[in-house]
């Protein structure tokens, strides 16, 4: 069998918070005015409160409410792959599975956690939610989500791809979003997550029907997300293995990386990957230190590995990776040595892509082909030593809206970034 399918029914109910589970606590993220702890009024007028106490819940588990269950099957339980083909063309011994997130309908992991926030905001009785988006996965996936609760959405899109993706933008508009470009007061400026954040927040303290929505980083995001690693480990058993050796997975702000990595933290043979771009190389050559997650400082600080708020990344095509910080607990698990980090070069990236595209008929996202590149270093690290190595990677997005990408890779266009 190459794929492994579960039920609806098998679908995890709630899901896995690692706060509980680290060896130490985490260190409060930090109010930019005062320097001090953030309490929870301080966050509410940005999130509703059940996302600000998910923030730093310390129950091991949270229940999905039904509501949110009843729009995540339109799409989950998302499939497990055994890439085998990948893994003839290689030669190589290992056993190499992906979880397909492409299947939701905005075509990444990102509507996972959309869903939940549109759904609580909704509780609270707001009406409108804004927020900044990379690549445009996430303007889509939160756009897709506030269409389902009959919400307004505002998304500042990174103008590198407003400019480079014009169909994610319709995409947006499809579900009733509207996006403009990011940094909204300079036009000759390509963008970042972290000056589109800025935006984003700015718009939403000026208006009381408004909160803010972050697709990724925060402890709440990544607790969404851990719906993709639970179902892997099911159906993992169900292919006859008993733990992966690797999971390797992009980061951007870590949420596709906590999604499918935090329920195999507590496995301490398991090694934890994250794949990071050699130009905006966060984790591996980053400081950790408390830093603003946005350009205008606006947010509170949080404990993190930086490369400082003002970092302006080249425009490379894997927008959604094009982030100065990182998830404050994958920051700590980086620190603390429980997760390894990489950095690696578009071209390779892009030359994984293809031979996986080829291999297992399906063409990535190239945040996706972060992991995909590492995912094929360890399995000839695998053949090299003759090890039946277990691989797990996040087949985090589909590319199909990424194709001018391809098009400049492939004519040779393509900056080795
Ligand atoms: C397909 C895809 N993968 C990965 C990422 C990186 O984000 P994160 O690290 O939060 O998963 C993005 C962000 O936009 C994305 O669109």
């Not at 996302?51 to 998302?78: A, H, Y």
């Not at 003002?310 to 429980?338: N, Q, T």
């Not at 996706?368 to 053949?383: M, N, Q, R, T």
Request: with cysteine.
């Amino acid at each position: 069998m190459t794929r492994f399918n579960m039920s609806e029914s098998e679908m995890p109910s709630a899901w896995f918070n690692i706060l509980p589970r680290l060896a130490t606590p985490m260190d409060p993220p930090l109010h930019p005015g005062t320097r001090e702890p953030v309490t929870p009024d301080d966050l509410a007028p940005l999130f509703p409160m059940e996302l600000i106490m998910q923030e730093m819940s310390p129950e091991p588990w949270i229940d999905i409410p039904g509501p949110v269950l009843d729009i995540l099957r339109l799409w989950r339980p998302t499939p497990l792959v055994r890439a085998e083909r990948l893994e003839k063309m290689l030669d190589t011994p290992a056993r190499i599975y992906f979880k397909d997130e492409s299947v939701s309908p905005a075509g990444s992991h990102k509507p996972n956690t959309a869903v939940p926030q549109a759904y609580y905001n909704k509780m609270e009785g707001i009406k409108r939610l804004t927020t900044e988006t990379g690549a445009g996965q996430w303007g889509t996936a939160l756009s897709f989500a506030t269409a389902q609760f009959d919400m307004e959405c505002m998304v500042y899109m990174v103008r590198a791809s407003f400019e480079q993706k014009p169909y994610r933008k319709i995409m947006m508009q499809v579900w009733g979003g509207d996006v403009v470009p990011s940094p909204i007061d300079d036009p000759s400026n390509p963008g970042s997550l972290g000056a589109a954040i800025s935006d984003a927040v700015r718009d939403c303290v000026q208006r009381d029907d408004s909160h803010y929505a972050l697709g990724s980083v925060l402890n709440h995001v990544l607790l969404h997300q851990t719906v993709i690693g639970l179902e892997a480990r099911d159906q993992l058993r169900a292919a006859g293995e008993e733990l992966p050796d690797v999971v390797i997975a992009p980061c951007g702000g870590g949420s596709n990386l906590g999604g499918i990595a935090f329920p195999f933290v507590p496995d301490e043979s398991v090694r934890l990957v994250a794949v990071e771009p050699s130009s905006c190389p966060t984790l591996t050559q980053g400081r950790f230190e408390y830093d603003f997650g946005d350009v205008a400082g606006m947010t509170p600080l949080m404990p993190m590995y930086t490369l400082g708020a003002d970092f302006m990344p080249p425009s490379i095509h894997a927008g959604g990776l094009r982030y100065h910080g990182d998830s404050p607990i994958v920051s700590k698990l980086v620190h603390e040595g429980r997760m390894e980090a990489v950095a690696i070069n578009q071209g390779k990236v892009f030359d994984a892509a293809i031979k996986f595209a080829n291999a297992e008929g399906k063409v990535p996202a190239p945040e996706c082909g972060h992991g995909i590149a590492v995912a094929i270093d360890e399995a000839l690290a695998a053949k090299e030593s003759g090890e039946e190595k277990v691989i797990l990677f996040n087949y985090c997005g589909h590319g199909h809206l990424d194709l001018a990408a391809y098009d400049e890779y492939l004519s040779g266009r393509m900056i080795d970034a």
